[in-house]
C-alpha cells in the first residue's frame, strides 16, 4: 500500500506567494493494524535496526520530500 | 590518563552487534507486552537475552565495563574513566 497521501488545498486568488497546489502526509502502517498478529515474518537484527521495526509489515520509510516541495513552489 | 588503545575493528563489530541486539529485544519487549501468552515469541526473547548477555560479557572482558555500580565486572586497574566513552565512537 502506498503510504503518501495527497490533497490540494485552496489558492486563494490574491495569495501572493506562489501556490502549493499539492500538499502530502504520511500514513504510517500501524493505523491499520488493530491487534498484531503473531508469527509475523521478522527483519534480521541487523536490518531491524537499519529500518527501525523488527516487521516488514510495520516498515515506514521516510523519504524527506523538501526538495520536491521547492520545485513545485518554484 | 593514558590514552586508550585505539579500538580496532572487532570493537566495532562487537559495539554493532549489541546495539542490534538491543534493539530486538526492545522491539520484542513491546510486543510480549500486549501479547504475553505468544510461546515463540518468549522463547525467541529469552534466546536473545542470553546471546546479548554473552556478547556483553565477551565486549566487558576486552574493553571495559558497561555498566557502572556493581552491574560490570572491572579488570585491573580500574579504567572506568578510561576513552572511548559512548559517545565518541
Request: proline share 12%; glycine share 4%.
Amino acid at each position: 500500500m502506498n503510504q503518501i497521501r495527497t490533497w490540494h488545498p485552496f489558492v486563494g486568488p490574491f495569495d501572493p506567494c506562489p501556490p502549493i497546489t499539492r500538499k502530502a502526509y504520511l500514513v504510517p502502517p500501524n493505523l491499520f493494524i488493530p491487534y498484531q498478529p503473531p508469527n509475523w515474518p521478522q527483519f534480521s537484527p541487523a536490518e531491524a535496526l537499519k529500518r527501525g521495526t523488527l516487521w516488514p509489515a510495520l516498515y515506514s520509510p521516510y523519504e524527506s520530500r523538501m526538495l520536491e516541495g521547492r520545485s513545485e513552489g518554484q | 590518563m593514558s590514552a586508550a588503545k585505539k579500538p580496532d575493528e572487532a570493537y566495532d563489530q562487537l559495539l554493532t552487534e549489541l546495539q542490534q541486539l538491543d534493539f530486538v529485544l526492545v522491539e520484542l519487549t513491546l510486543y510480549l507486552d500486549t501479547h504475553p501468552y505468544d510461546m515463540q515469541a518468549v522463547q525467541q526473547f529469552n534466546q536473545l537475552a542470553q546471546r546479548r548477555r554473552q556478547v556483553a560479557q565477551v565486549y566487558e572482558s576486552r574493553y571495559g565495563p558497561l555498566l557502572q555500580f556493581g552491574h560490570s565486572y572491572s579488570r585491573y586497574p580500574w579504567d572506568w574513566a578510561n576513552t572511548p566513552w559512548p559517545w565518541q565512537v
